[in-house]
């Protein structure tokens, strides 16, 4: 279903919304690729209308060889065979040209009940047994979606806490990421005010690099 919204074949709201559901699947495999497919904020379609116009080549090519092999002296049943195969590659190239894309929305932005998602997102992270790595991904998402969307998750700031550890040097530029991305103004100030406080005397003295 991804490749069909890369693709611009399937990319509606209802597609969106059951590749939603994904991110709360048990095979961390398929929640990552869910969780990815909403973290790209743009999609390069160019490839894609080079493969369009190499399709519509092919399909000349195969009409005018099939008329080229209707031509040549065949017996009625042959001919009729090959009349519906020529009509048959006409009208899946009519299909093709009639399919109508949307690209004015990012998908992020049309999950249907976004409160309910990033709480079930939330949840799943909590109860999560999965890699840190794995983790992050649902972290990513959940910020991505406080903050699009305006949301108020005020649980999710001191689960926040748990990853300003020092052992997590190599991640916690992604780690500050998120919460910048969290943080809107229907925010209280009182929720943030313990992250800042551990970024303040965890990372902001005169050791620390740049």
């Known amino acids: ?39 790209i904020l743009d999609y390069d379609f160019e490839s894609d209308n080079d493969e369009s116009s190499d399709d519509d080549k092919k399909t000349s090519e195969k009409i005018h060889l099939l008329k080229q092999r209707k031509g040549s002296k065949m017996t009625k049943a042959k001919e009729g065979k090959m009349e519906r195969a020529i009509k048959q590659v006409k009208r899946k190239a009519e299909r093709k040209s009639l399919v109508k894309f949307s690209t004015d929305f990012l998908p992020i932005d049309t999950i249907y009940d976004a409160q ?24 990513r998402l ?53 992250i800042i406080e551990r970024i303040i005397s965890n990372y902001i003295t005169e050791f620390c690099n740049n």
């Open 1 to 39: 279903m991804i490749e069909l919204y890369k693709r611009k074949i399937w990319n509606d709201e209802k597609t969106v919304n059951v590749i939603a559901e994904a991110c709360m699947h048990d095979n961390p495999k398929i929640a990552v690729s869910a969780c990815k497919f909403f973290l």
């Open 116 to 139: 309910s998602f990033c709480e079930r997102l939330f949840s799943k992270l909590k109860k999560s047994n999965d890699k840190y790595e794995i983790k992050l991904y649902f972290l």
């Open 142 to 194: 959940i910020s991505r979606m406080i903050g699009r969307h305006k949301i108020q998750l005020l649980s999710f700031y001191p689960n926040l806490l748990r990853y300003l550890n020092s052992h997590n040097k190599d991640k916690i530029s992604e780690i500050f990421a998120m919460i910048i991305e969290s943080c809107h103004d229907l925010i209280p100030p009182e929720n943030v005010k313990p």
